[in-house]
Structures are given as structure tokens and as C-alpha cells.
């Protein structure tokens, strides 16, 4: 962890905000977002379906729709710039050739009236000004990257004759064909089933190694975070609540949200018939509680957390948390 | 494909004959007797037994007394006339017309030009109109432009087409004076070359235009719809962050998917060139398919009715099969040949 701090952020968001003026009122979908990712690491963004884990990744190329959308503050740094401030120009350079994107629906990701050869072949000719041969070898180059099987005949298939599996395989082997430097995964493996989700986990593993690319990874599966991340950031209403290594997550997590999120997965060891839930719902965005969004279902909510909401507070090291009682521990007084 | 196309071409034939069929069937039930009314002149002037005798023989000599069956199959052309000559549709001879006192292939040839020449130019304005006015609103949806356009396209889709006429007649034809109120040219004049399509032209503006203008409304929305559909695919973000232009995620990337249900729509105009408008022709007074097919059938000229009826099931019946054909063309998923 500490060698990873030395490194130098590729990615900086400060402060993002991200809001939707839909006719239902203001929604937050990012509020106050603030994070770093590492050359080389693996970042991974958990929390509950609404919690705008997507939309933080999506503002990231600012890929989010205006309107309804609107960015309505922060910086997103990468690479010595602010991705909120470049012109359309300079934003589509950086797009699938140093930012790429894959995302979770493989059936639908992918434009089903054209071949998987020129999907691939045009992120190249876009980026690399390769001319059509080059590009058609550079795309089965990458589809062989990826394992997929007789990559000279799949790029002449359309997508349907694809499976899931397969078809994400292609989507990974477009974002990775310019070899860019943060590979944008939004819950990549969700929508295939275990076996194939493994070996595109594998995959994804293996090849971040090979081209050294640092990777955000977005799912609400924590066997999966366990699996792919260095650092964890846990997500809940717009914010950010948590932010520490895998291993601190895990093992010693301290906002009440993260605690019940942990504890909710099935445990092997345990002879209880019933999971453990974190009671009462997700909150809606446009409706949020006042103080702390958690409040309603944390158990150790106080006056205070109704009041107002704590600063994201780095409480040991490298492990931050957006909580008045980290670890649940009742301040008498308080 | 190959084997495809020749299958369907053989249940077009099959489909063809039954429906000449029951088309022939059908205009046999109008009242009318193709050899009273030629001998209609001469009865006055006659005894009733000669009358009686010249009719019975005329009847037999047209083969009016056969069996229908045997009249269809003489008027398809698959048995011998009674000149023992094949002579029928299948040999190019589509019939005569009683009313006109011509083969139906003279009467027809001038309103067909006319038909063709409106509706060419119809179909390339409403679709060089609607197609980028449907794909700009989609993209720009919710703006005011596209407000506007939803406004004036449902009061455009639900105005009647003869509506539309009048109103543009009495703006442009009446009060403006921008063009004719009717009619195919300037009555007298003996324009050749360029000159004579100008003219043309002219007289054809205002009907051409209120032909536009009816089809704006339901095309436009069409193509809105379908384009906002495509838009909305989840491909489209993906093309987003590749990096690539706007201009080609919109043209290239979401315009192939939305092309998909409006291809229909544009063959089927394509196909309408050949049908006139019955409204249309009849409000201007111009001499084209629509407005010969009523005179057809207001005369009792039922070989021209039905002769022209046998052509429009030809062009439907082809067309559906190029419709079927271009979906395997533009929908890589539709396979075209089992």
C-alpha cells in the first residue's frame, strides 16, 4: 500500500458533482465525489444498484447525458488535464484511446448491424490512423489477445452470432486495442453467468499485467471486488462512505454501511438459515433523508447523523471513512 | 438465396393466379353487358325479334354464354380466344376498354407518365424532407425546434389530404397567385423540350406540394421515433467512448439501426409511385391512374378496372418480395434464404 502511494495518481476527481434536474425534483447521482486511482492498480467502486457508482465512471469521459445531466462541479484530472473542462475535441482523443470503457450488457453493447472486425478496426483508425489492412491485422491481433478462438473468422461475424461470453470478450478487446492507460469496467461480468464470469475475470487480470493499464472496476458482487481490486471505495447515495485496501475492507470495515454489506454475504461457517440484511431500502435520490443518507437503517444512528453528515475522515491510514461512529463505537456525549 | 428468391417467385405466381382469379370473379358481379351496350344504339331502330336474334349472336360471338371459368382462362390468355388465337393478359393483350373505345394499354400509358412523374417527385421531396427533419428532432429531442415540429407534424398527419388541397388552393392559387388552380398545362401552348417540363412543373407544383405536405406529418414522426429508438441503444455509448465523432455515432452507428424499420416505409413509397391519388388527381384535374381508375369504374369499363387492378397486384406482390429481400440487405440478423 505504502509503495503504491509513492506512485503518482493517474487519475485525480475532486469534489464531483454530477446532478440530473429531471421533472421528479434535483437528483444527486454524484455528490462530493472524491478519489485517486494509481498507475497499475485495480480501484474497485461497490455499492447497492441507484448508489451512482455508474454514473461517477460514466462522468469520468463525461459520457453521462446533457441534459438530463449535469456536471455541476469538481475536477476530474487525468493526465494533466481536466476531463470537465477540454473541448469535445481533445475528450474524443482521450475516449477509448487512454480512457476505455466496458460495459455491463455484452448482448446490447455492441452495434448489431455492423462486424466485429470494423467495431474493432474503427477505435484503431480513430486513434492510430491506421488504414484498413492494418487495422483489420491489429483487430484480429486483438480478439487473439483476448483468446478468442479463429479470430480471423469472428471478425468477419456480426455480433449475434456471438455469446455473451464471447461478445464481452470483443468488448475488451476493443477498449484494450489502443492500450489505454485507465480501463473503465462497469459490473463487466454481471450479466454472464459464474463460469464464464471467471474466466472473463481471469482475463481481465492477465491482461492488465500485460499491457500495464490501471483498471476501475464497478460491481455490486464482493466476491469479485475480493478478486479483482487493490483498493475498495464503497459508494452509497451519491457518496463516497468508505476507502481502503481490499484486505482492511474485508477484514476490519468501519462504516455501519460497509459492516452490513460484509456481513450480508453467506458465510460457510455460520448454521443460521437466513442471511444477514441491512434492514429498510436503498433511499431515493430525489427524496434523500437529511444528515447522513445511511441514517434511517444504521443502527447506530444518532441526533448528530440526523443533523448533518461527517467528512470522509482518513480515521488509520489510507483507510477513509464518511462516519461519526467508525466501527459502530457509541461516543457517550455525543 | 438464389433458391430463396426462386421460391418465392414461384408463390408469387401461384398468388398471382388466385388472385386474378377472384378478381375476375368479383367484376363479373358488377352489373353491366359489354353487348347491350354496344348494340344499345340500334334497338330503337330495330324489330325486337332481329334485336333479340343479333344480341343472342353477339352474346355467343363474345363468348359472354360460357361458363366463367372458360372466360377467365380465355382472358388469362391460357386457353384459345375464339378466333382460336391465345390472346390474353399473359400474351400482353390487357383487354379493351369499352368506354374509351381503345385497347387498355393506349388508355393507360398517358396517366401512367403523368402518375409517375407526380409521384417521383412526391416521394424524393417527402423523403429528402422528412428523413432529416426526423433524424435532426431526434437528436435534438425536447428542444423547441422539436417541440414546433411535433405540433405541426400531428395537425399535418391529422388534416385530410383534400382538406390540405383546398386550403392551399385558396392560399396559393387564389389569394397568391403563385400557381394554377388546375389542369397539366397551360392550355393552347405548345412548349417542347425544357419548356414543356417547366411548364409542367408548374402545374404540377401545387399538387406536388400538397402530396409533400400530407405525408410530412406521419414520415417525420416515423423516423423520430425510430431514430430516438436507436439512439437510445446501449451501442451507442459504447461508440461514444471510442472516441468516435458525433457526426458518424449518429449517422454511421444509430442511422443503420433506425434505417431498419424505415426501410419499409421507403420502399413501400417507391412502390406507390405507380398508384395515383384519387383525391389529389381529381381536386386538380389531372389525368393519372387515380383519376382513371374511377373513371373505370363510373363508366362500367370493367376490363380497364380490372386490368389496372391486375397491375397494381403485380407491383404489390413484387414489391413485397424486394421489401423482404432489402431486410436481409440492412439486417445482417435476417437470413433470406430458407
Not at chain 2, 257 to 286: D, K, M, R, Y
Amino acid at each position: 500500500m505504502s509503495e503504491m502511494m509513492e506512485k503518482k495518481p493517474l487519475l485525480e476527481v475532486k469534489n464531483l458533482k454530477t446532478y440530473f434536474h429531471s421533472a421528479g425534483g434535483l437528483v444527486k447521482a454524484v455528490d462530493d465525489v472524491s478519489f485517486d486511482v494509481y498507475e497499475g492498480e485495480t480501484l474497485g467502486i461497490v455499492g447497492e444498484s441507484g448508489c451512482g457508482k455508474s454514473i461517477t465512471c460514466m462522468s469520468l469521459a463525461r459520457l453521462v447525458e446533457c441534459p438530463p445531466g449535469k456536471y455541476e462541479g469538481g475536477e476530474i484530472l487525468f493526465d494533466g488535464q481536466d476531463m470537465l473542462k477540454i473541448s469535445d475535441a481533445e475528450l474524443r482523443k482521450i475516449r477509448g484511446n487512454k480512457i476505455s470503457y466496458i460495459f455491463q450488457e455484452p448482448m446490447t453493447s455492441l452495434n448489431p448491424v455492423f462486424k466485429i472486425g470494423k467495431q474493432i478496426e474503427e477505435v484503431l483508425r480513430v486513434h492510430r490512423n491506421m488504414s484498413k489492412e492494418e487495422a483489420k491485422k491489429e483487430a484480429i491481433h486483438a480478439l487473439d489477445l483476448v483468446r478468442i478462438p479463429n479470430p480471423e473468422r469472428i471478425v468477419n461475424e456480426y455480433p449475434f452470432a456471438l455469446s455473451g461470453g464471447m461478445r464481452q470478450r470483443v468488448m475488451i478487446a476493443m477498449a484494450l486495442a489502443c492500450s489505454p492507460k485507465l480501463l473503465v469496467a462497469d459490473e463487466p461480468t454481471t450479466a454472464l453467468d459464474v463460469t464464464i464470469q471467471a474466466q472473463v475475470l481471469d482475463l481481465m487480470n492477465d491482461l492488465k499485467k500485460e499491457i500495464d493499464t490501471s483498471i476501475l472496476f464497478i460491481t455490486h458482487d464482493l466476491s469479485v471486488i475480493a478478486e479483482m481490486a487493490d483498493r475498495v471505495m464503497v459508494m452509497y447515495a451519491g457518496k463516497v462512505v468508505e476507502l481502503a485496501d481490499v484486505n482492511t475492507i474485508f477484514e476490519k470495515p468501519l462504516h455501519p454501511y460497509t459492516i452490513g454489506l460484509i456481513s450480508s454475504r453467506p458465510d460457510m461457517s455460520t448454521t443460521s438459515d437466513r442471511l444477514n440484511v441491512i434492514p429498510g431500502n436503498v433511499p431515493d435520490l430525489s427524496d434523500l433523508p437529511t444528515g447522513c443518507a445511511f441514517n434511517p437503517r444504521c443502527p447506530y444512528a444518532s441526533d448528530k447523523c440526523r443533523e448533518g453528515i461527517s467528512e470522509l475522515v482518513e480515521v488509520e491510514p489510507n483507510h477513509f471513512v464518511r462516519c461519526y461512529y467508525p466501527g459502530g463505537e457509541k461516543h457517550d456525549g455525543n | 438465396m438464389r433458391k430463396y428468391i426462386f421460391k418465392r417467385i414461384l408463390y408469387l405466381i401461384v398468388v398471382f393466379f388466385i388472385v386474378s382469379l377472384l378478381m375476375y370473379f368479383l367484376y363479373n358481379l358488377i352489373p353491366s353487358d359489354p353487348a347491350r351496350n354496344q348494340l344499345e344504339a340500334l334497338k330503337s331502330s330495330l324489330k325486337p325479334e332481329v334485336y333479340q336474334q343479333m344480341y343472342a349472336d353477339l352474346r355467343k360471338q363474345m363468348g359472354l354464354d360460357d361458363p366463367i371459368i372458360v372466360r377467365y382462362a380465355r382472358w388469362m390468355g391460357l386457353i384459345p380466344d375464339l378466333n382460336g388465337k391465345f390472346n390474353g393478359l399473359l400474351e400482353g393483350n390487357f383487354g379493351f376498354s369499352e368506354f374509351f373505345k381503345k385497347d387498355v394499354i393506349d388508355v393507360v400509358v398517358e396517366p401512367m407518365k403523368t402518375t409517375i412523374f407526380i409521384n417521383i417527385f412526391a416521394t424524393i421531396m417527402a423523403l429528402g424532407i422528412t428523413i432529416p427533419l426526423g433524424i435532426y428532432c431526434a437528436v435534438h429531442k425536447g428542444s423547441k425546434f422539436d417541440n414546433f415540429t411535433q405540433v405541426f407534424t400531428i395537425v399535418g398527419y391529422s388534416i385530410p389530404v383534400y382538406i390540405i388541397a383546398l386550403i392551399f388552393i385558396f392560399l396559393f392559387a387564389v389569394i397568391l397567385r403563385w400557381f394554377p388552380v388546375s389542369g397539366m398545362g397551360t392550355p393552347g401552348a405548345n412548349y417542347t423540350g425544357i419548356r414543356a417540363m417547366l411548364d409542367r412543373l408548374y402545374y404540377f407544383a401545387l399538387p406536388l406540394i400538397v402530396m409533400t405536405f400530407g405525408s410530412l406529418g406521419g414520415m417525420t414522426r416515423y423516423v423520430r421515433a425510430a431514430m430516438i429508438d436507436a439512439l437510445s441503444m446501449d451501442h451507442i455509448k459504447t461508440a461514444r467512448a471510442k472516441g468516435v465523432k458525433e457526426k458518424t455515432v449518429i449517422y454511421s452507428h444509430a442511422w443503420r439501426n433506425a434505417l431498419l424499420p424505415v426501410v419499409t416505409l421507403i420502399i413501400s413509397w417507391f412502390l406507390g409511385i405507380f398508384s395515383g391519388s384519387v383525391v389529389i388527381e381529381n381536386t386538380f384535374n389531372i389525368n393519372g391512374m387515380g383519376s382513371l381508375y374511377i373513371k373505370g369504374l363510373n363508366n362500367h369499363d370493367y376490363e380497364l378496372a380490372l386490368a389496372m387492378q391486375m397491375f397494381y397486384t403485380v407491383v404489390s406482390l413484387v414489391g413485397a418480395l424486394i421489401m423482404d429481400l432489402s431486410y436481409g440487405l440492412v439486417d445482417p440478423r435476417v437470413h433470406v434464404d430458407k
